[in-house]
Structure formats: structure tokens, C-alpha cells
DNA sequence: GTAATATATTCACTTTATTGAATATTTATT
DNA sequence: AATAAATATTCAATAAAGTGAATATATTAC
């Protein structure tokens, strides 16, 4: 009936129930209420970027999202709008209601030069984990943001 | 011939050229060897959100300015993951961190059917106006999130 | 390898979106 | 207010997108 619906519908299913095939999946959407022909689901499967993969439990569909780190790195680059430094701290600007979402981009950091970052609505800050190296945690902040 | 393509040649022609109607428009999108006919002109209008204003020079059509919203509109879609309800409230899954981002969204909506909304880091609670419209109420989050 | 299972594609049909000509409505001018 | 100008809407036609049944291709199991 409406494919937006139909879609959203379906990264719900996958994201907390198992499907091991498209039947599967079929299955769970009519319990959903949503009676859908195989060949539709199949379309629906490769615009949303579901894959079929082996795990330890047998096959699975899953969405490109559970592996966030990619798809979050891309919504912080547009998110972002500025950064900028003192002698101790970095501030970090952002369209309006983002900036908890960056911080925890930057939070989640492996080996970062990060002491620890709070947010308010727009505005980040950013405590490095030394105040000599202010330069570097920019530039790292700023790799860190660009997808290539 | 193609909407994409035309309603972006018109946003091009309003940055660097004066329209004071939309048969200037019309012209000028001749020029750019675009036909089109006058109420086709009208809905694109709409569309984009043009206005006519009057300024010192006489009436113009002017493109609204670049709000963040529609922006964030397009990143909150990826971030949410599913929408799930019981009788009196409603669960966003979001993406790791991006909780309070989709929240911020949602609060800001006018005349909007939300109470209001507590997110955590990847769970978004969203209290109804009324329980008695839960499902109305997912319709209505599910409407604002697809950018059409 | 072959059979079984799963997914993708083709075809025919339906639904929805887009469009121009004509017309109605709204907005500006005098 | 009357008229002119500009924009919006209706209607009918066309184009594009979405869909399911059947079928073909690809993948997994044996």
C-alpha cells in the first residue's frame, strides 16, 4: 500500500527480530499487518541495502546500519558547523539539537586525544587530553569527520 | 520535461538573476532552454517555497533561505531505527548517540500531537498528547520523517 | 556435480505523479 | 471600486513508479 511505511517497517522487523531469508521476513511483516508480494520484498531489500550474511547462528538479513560507524560518521560531516579553539578548549558548532549526537561520535573514539566532551543544544565542548596539543585535537577532530 | 532538473535550474536562476514574476521566470528558464508552462511554473513555486516580496527595486520572487530543518529532516531518517508503541507511549530506536538529535527534531515540530520526549543514547521516549491517539501520533512521526 | 532453496527479473497491470490549456481566484494598481 | 496583473486551481491527458504472478537466475545444501 505505501512503500515509505512498508520500508520503515521493515528495518524495524530486522532490527529486533531475526529473519534468516526473505520468506522469513514475509512472514513477519504480515504478522505486522502488511501482506506483500516476494518480488516487491526483494526490491525493497536492495534499496534499503539489506544483506544476507552467515553468521554463527546460521543465515541473517541485516541492515547496512548495524555496522553505524560509517553512516554516523556521514550524518556528523553534514551536522557540523564549525570548530573552533582557545588556549584550553575547543568548541565545536552545530545545526540545532546535534550536538549530543557529535559528542558521542567523538565519545566513542578509540585511542583519541580526547579528555572528555559535553553538549548543549548546538554548541559542543571539547576538553583535550592536553591543553598543549589543542592543534593536534583539531586536526584529529577534522579527520575524524571527513569520510575518505 | 524533468522536474529535478528544472527546479534546480530555477534555484540557480533566482541566486544570480531578478525575477519580478513568475512570467520573468518563465523567460528566463526559456533562456536556460527550459519550456514550461506557466502553472507547471506555479506548482514548482510552491514546491521550493518561493515567495514574492517587495523590496526597493519593486517585486521580486525569492528563494527562502537554507533552514537547517530540512537538513536535519533528511539526517533524522537515517537515524531511526523503529517506532513501537504500547497503549500510552511511544519507543524510538535510533542509531548509538543520536537519541537526543531525533528528540530535538520532534520537539520542534508545530502544532505537533507530542507531549513531549526523553531520550537516552538510543532510545527516544515519546509521550502523546493524548493516549488515546497513539496511533495517530506514529502516522504523524512517520509522516515528518520521509522527506516527501 | 545435482537438487533444493533463495533471490532477482520480466511482464502485464494498477496506481500515483506530472503536465499544459483553460479558467478561477487572488493580489496590485489607479 | 474597477481594472489589470499575477498566481492558483481544475480538468483531462500522459508519464512514471509501484506491484504481484510467473519465471529465471543465483546461491546453498547434499
Redesign the interface.
Known amino acids: 500500500m505505501n512503500k515509505?511505511?512498508r520500508q520503515?517497517k521493515i528495518?524495524?522487523i530486522l532490527?529486533?527480530r531475526e529473519a534468516g531469508n526473505q520468506h522469513d521476513l514475509l512472514r513477519l511483516l504480515d504478522e505486522a499487518g502488511i501482506k506483500v508480494a516476494q518480488a516487491t520484498l526483494s526490491r525493497d531489500c536492495t534499496e534499503l541495502g539489506i544483506m544476507r550474511s552467515k553468521g554463527v547462528h546460521g543465515y541473517r538479513l541485516v541492515?547496512p546500519?548495524e555496522n553505524?560507524g560509517n553512516?554516523?560518521k556521514g550524518?556528523v560531516e553534514?551536522?557540523v558547523l564549525s570548530i573552533q579553539a582557545n588556549e584550553t578548549a575547543i568548541i565545536i558548532k552545530t545545526?540545532?539539537?546535534?550536538a549530543?549526537?557529535v559528542?558521542?561520535?567523538l565519545?566513542?573514539l578509540k585511542n583519541s586525544p580526547i579528555l572528555g566532551t559535553i553538549?548543549g543544544?548546538d554548541t559542543l565542548l571539547v576538553i583535550p587530553a592536553s591543553v598543549s596539543q589543542i592543534s593536534q585535537v583539531i586536526s584529529y577532530i577534522q579527520d575524524n569527520l571527513s569520510k575518505n
Open positions: 515509505q511505511v520503515q528495518r524495524e532490527h529486533r541492515l546500519e553505524p553512516i554516523i550524518l553534514v551536522e545545526l540545532p539539537g546535534r549530543h549526537g559528542g558521542s561520535f565519545d566513542q553538549a543544544d
